[in-house]
């Protein structure tokens, strides 16, 4: 039934062989859209992240965002740390075992043992550190996406609406089937 609705909507669009649209009045006399520089770019947001994270977010005048970015950054970063000084800790275990020294696991630990943590902690450092560079990059896509968003109009004037219409088409005698889409700015 869904299927069959879906086709006798999806074909009431496709017959429609006019499409009438309303002109832009800040458009040119030619209809060009006339271009100028935003006054928030959404460049110096993304640049500003990229040299100093947490920069781009202050310059969308989204200061609030800034803690949470270098806690994300620091809280990958001691991960990565953490990894890190573990791996290191089972490495010269398992290369003092190897060279006939004690090593602190020497009771508690078989060679196989310190091999497999060794493992287990250069995936959790790898993994650190690619959620380092993954918060990294989503910053830079939080500032530029605010800077796009700057000066996006969220009034309470908003509206839009959908209808289906029945149209004559130009130069003829024959109905056509649309939908008109009204969009209020104001």
């Not at 994300?72 to 490495?91: C, D, I, V």
């Not at 939080?142 to 796009?148: F, G, L, P, S």
Request: neutral net charge.
């Amino acid at each position: 039934m869904i299927l069959r609705i879906l086709i006798w909507l999806i074909a009431f669009c496709a017959i429609t062989a006019t499409v009438f649209a309303q002109t832009n009045p800040d458009t040119d006399s030619d209809n060009s859209i006339a271009t100028s520089e935003p006054l928030h770019s959404p460049r110096k947001a993304s640049i500003y992240s990229a040299v100093l994270p947490g920069l781009g977010q202050i310059y969308n005048r989204k200061i609030w965002k800034v803690p949470i970015v270098y806690a994300g950054l620091g809280g990958f970063g001691y991960m990565t740390y953490s990894n890190q000084s573990q791996f290191n800790r089972y490495k010269n275990a398992y290369i003092n075992r190897q060279n006939g020294l004690p090593d602190e696991f020497s009771s508690s630990m078989s060679a196989q043992g310190l091999l497999n943590e060794m493992d287990r902690f250069r995936r959790y450092r790898d993994l650190s550190i690619l959620g380092v560079i993954v918060f990294y990059t989503l910053q830079i896509i939080d500032a530029n996406v605010d800077a796009n968003l700057f000066d996006f109009d969220v009034s309470d004037d908003l509206s839009m609406s959908l209808q289906p219409t029945v149209m004559v088409l130009q130069n003829s005698q024959f109905l056509t089937t649309g939908i008109t889409l009204t969009i209020n700015l104001r």
